[in-house]
């Protein structure tokens, strides 16, 4: 239905917008088109100005865009450098790119429905007919389908923190992968899935699947510039990417690590192609190609995740989802793209007969180049050249996706697992302590030691990490420091003196005062201390204090040669969520609620935020992480096996802290966050707020996982203590659909617009650590485009992220 609509509306649109034609030009932004004419339908001063600005920007060294438009090319130039290093050379409309993910659509996934229509292959099919060896580790109920539509639960990478070479090897490591979701629960790209795909396409075919490729599909398109293994001859018009982990520029070999240790063909990446080959590709999946019937491209190019999924993805390509980025803003959700890490993308709207090819080699040379910007401005670019009437943007408005899912009688629920997680407490103390015993600079005998913790630090039989450590063979505890909320963490002051620890006598430093020097750790004690034992349960929230201590104490024990082993304990609203805008960094935006630039919602433990600022804030303190053990970053708390422990006075339970990085980022503004009641982090309200006008809001808003209900309380203390408020009592429905900093982001913005007068938005600059979206929401944004502009520095901090996580 509402690609029908779009074609109608869009294809007329097109045909009313007779403009001169554009030839392919050179690298040269300013050369003369060379003859190869092409008929145009879009504003190329638009384009050339967007594409411009990226290069000037230095987003890009270069690129080749291609629009295309009811069977004809509307828009092809080239622009930039093909090369900056080690020789500089200009980029040219037949430049061969490593076209990195797009394997994964253009080759794997075509393979595989082919395979489909032979009846070698059926989707719904678990992946251990056809290779059993999978089934390894809890994966035997795993589908085909999953595999597609990224619902597998399987890692988004394979290891690669250790040395290992060779396709079988890199398929022996993706079928010994262990999920990190249940299958069917949670949507996470994963380049695993499609590595597995690819053995799937080797096994039923009986060919490599650079063989299977080249005879099955790149030869019959006549694809002449496509394929995995380019031959050197090609090296000339080979776009190079980055420099290698050994300093050698990549030139030809695949950019993806994964690919290249398995010998550069590998079901998620490994083809390189060119704009027009790629053209010929998607005008094949448009006019009903000989490669594929067109009810197997209809299948693969519209939803088939899960029906309680709030992403849209087909089988390989995407829809709608977090990736989606250069479907742009105004491009019609139905229509499928995906695109590559090297900085290419493909959308097609089979609609409007349209697509856009966009190849880049961001990654050159030193991989901080990004196209995810270039990518969505393109997008709406060729997209707002359609002048649509009021009335028919309503109808696109109205418009959604709807129809039978074949995923929904196989749907699974379960989102939670029966999980026996180990503390780092525990393992340290199954270990004998042997974290401890070999610290100490080197000397032997009794090892001197303090310990930051609080009433989280208790292992599985529910002892005191102070107690344990205190009696400890071999270990002298001297010192105990208490963060925020003192030792027993139920103090909501920044006045917590000094102490002493009741049952075992050892002196207690708060290292939680009102001024600077009172939250960091005196250096006078830790020189007297051969190690310092860090062990707190975070709540995976930026702001929350204990980070900040964490990092403090590193600073101050690298001072001293004092060293630091943190006691690993989950995240408990899971590993494998990052949500929200990064901090800002840089002088005077640093405090003790933003340590380091984060995501809102990192998706990190205490000990592996310790590698990363110990790391990248150059502060060389000596750092052990006593890993946990049994823990699967998909995990929420509940699933750990542990019991729960409040972090502090206000999050006394898991609603409460999965809701709290949201909440939280409107508390200090002049509303109250339920503190004083029994529901903290959970209501919103104050004496000027409408409950009902604002639960009405917010529900119109369609905020995904949550629901909104009026309220009346009356605060026992903290902000209107002892008077009468209205607000919203904010109902968890379903976690995993639900961005917390999003809704953190959708309360200050209906606050704004609905009590302008009354509510203190700039008192939410503090916490919030972003002047960008701050901005944004004085300029009156709508919050999903808010968020849309941070996923840019989420996928930046994912990839910076990685090296330091330790499960």
């Known amino acids: 239905m509402q690609r029908c609509l779009v074609s109608i509306l869009i294809a007329i649109c097109f045909a009313l917008c007779g403009q001169p034609s554009l030839a392919a030009q050179s690298s040269d932004l300013n050369s003369p088109s060379n003859p190869s004419a092409t008929t145009q339908a879009v504003d190329s001063r638009v384009l050339d100005s967007i594409v411009g600005d990226a290069i000037r920007h230095e987003q890009v060294p270069g690129a080749v865009l291609l629009v295309w438009h009811n069977g004809q090319v509307v828009y092809r130039k080239a622009f930039g450098n093909r090369s900056l290093e080690p020789v500089r050379s200009a980029m040219t409309a037949d430049t061969i790119f490593d076209i990195a993910s797009l394997t994964k659509v253009v080759a794997t996934t075509t393979a595989i429905m082919q395979l489909v229509e032979q009846g070698k292959v059926r989707l719904n099919d678990p992946v251990v007919r056809y290779l059993p060896e999978f089934g390894q580790n809890g994966k035997q109920e795993i589908t085909v389908r999953e595999l597609l539509t990224h619902f597998s639960g399987l890692p988004k990478d394979l290891p690669l923190n250790y040395e290992w070479q060779g396709r079988e090897t890199g398929y022996r490591l993706a079928f010994s992968s262990v999920p990190e979701f249940p299958p069917g629960s949670h949507f996470k790209y994963s380049d695993v899935n499609f590595i597995v795909l690819g053995a799937i396409v080797e096994r039923e075919s009986g060919m490599t699947l650079e063989d299977y490729c080249q005879k099955n599909i790149f030869t019959p398109l006549g694809m002449t510039h496509t394929r ?66 067109p009810l197997s491209v209809e299948k693969m190019t519209t939803p088939e995740q899960p029906p309680t999924a709030t992403i849209l993805h087909g089988f390989g390509w995407d829809i709608d989802s977090p990736f989606s980025s250069n479907r742009g803003g105004l491009l019609p959700v139905g229509s499928f793209g995906h695109t590559g890490f090297t900085g290419t993308s493909i959308w097609i709207d089979p609609t409007t007969q349209t697509y856009i090819i966009l190849l880049t080699n961001a990654v050159h040379p030193n991989g901080k180049g990004s196209a995810i910007a270039l990518r969505a401005k393109i997008a709406n670019a060729v997209a707002s050249e359609i002048p649509l009437t009021e009335a028919e943007q309503s109808l696109l408005r109205l418009q959604s996706i709807t129809g039978y899912n074949e995923a929904e009688t196989a749907a699974r629920k379960v989102t939670a697992r029966n999980g026996d ?41 529910g002892q005191r990490t102070i107690d344990i450590l205190a009696h400890a063979p071999g270990i002298s505890l001297q010192a105990i420091f208490s963060p925020e909320h003192g030792v027993t963490g139920s103090l909501d002051t920044t006045d917590i003196n000094n ?309």
Not at 264 to 289: E, P, W
Not at 426 to 447: C, M, Q, Y
Not at 453 to 460: E, F, H, L, P, S
Not at 696 to 709: E, K, M, T
């Open 228 to 293: 995995f293994l380019p031959p050197a001859s090609w090296l000339p018009e080979i776009a190079p990417t980055q420099y290698d982990e050994h300093n050698h520029m990549l030139h030809g070999v695949v950019h993806d690590p994964t690919a290249r240790r398995m010998g550069g063909v590998a079901g998620h990446a490994g083809v390189f192609s060119t704009v027009d080959d790629l053209s010929k590709f998607a005008q094949a999946l448009l006019d009903g190609s000989s490669i594929l019937k």
């Open 421 to 461: 997680v180990l503390a780092g407490i525990d393992v340290l103390e199954r270990e004998n302590f042997a974290a401890i015993r070999g610290s100490a600079n080197g000397t032997s005998g009794v090892k001197k030691i303090g310990l930051l913790t609080n009433q989280t630090g208790v292992d599985a039989q």
């Open 499 to 807: 102490s002493k620890d009741a049952a075992t006598g050892v002196p207690v430093y708060s290292v939680y005062g009102a001024s600077d020097a009172g939250r960091r750790p005196p250096l006078e004690i830790l020189k007297n201390l051969d190690a310092v034992v860090i062990d707190l349960q975070n709540v995976g929230a930026r702001f929350y204090t204990y980070e900040t201590t964490l990092g403090y104490f590193l600073e101050a024990t690298a001072k001293t040669g004092t060293e630091v082993i943190v006691l690993d304990r989950p995240d408990p609203v899971t590993g494998s969520l990052v949500q929200g805008p990064i901090s800002d960094s840089g002088p005077g935006k640093e405090s003790f609620i933003n340590y380091f630039p984060l995501p809102v919602r990192h998706g990190m433990t205490m000990g592996e935020l310790a590698r990363m600022f110990n790391s990248e804030r150059q502060i060389h303190a000596k750092l052990t992480v006593v890993h946990m053990q049994g823990w699967l970053r998909g995990d929420w708390f509940d699933s750990t096996g542990e019991a729960w422990v409040n972090p502090s006075p206000n999050l006394r339970d898991l609603t409460q802290t999965t809701l709290y990085p949201g909440i939280a980022l409107v508390e200090s503004t002049n509303v109250s966050v339920g503190r004083g009641t029994d529901t903290p982090f959970e209501i919103v309200g104050a004496p000027w707020i409408k409950g009902k006008e604002l639960a009405q809001y917010l529900n119109a808003r369609n905020i995904s996982g949550v629901h909104f209900v009026p309220v009346t309380f009356t605060p026992a203390s903290s902000a209107y203590a002892d008077e009468k408020c209205q607000g919203i009592n904010v109902v968890l429905v379903d976690r995993d659909a639900f961005d917390a900093p999003e809704l953190g982001i959708e309360l200050a913005s209906a606050l704004n617009k609905l009590y302008p007068e009354q509510f203190h938005l700039e008192k939410m600059q503090t916490i919030l650590a972003s002047q960008g979206v701050y901005d944004a929401i004085t300029r009156g944004e709508d919050p999903r485009r808010i968020a849309e502009d941070w996923q840019d520095g989420l996928e930046k901090f994912e990839q910076l992220r990685k090296k330091y996580l330790l499960y």
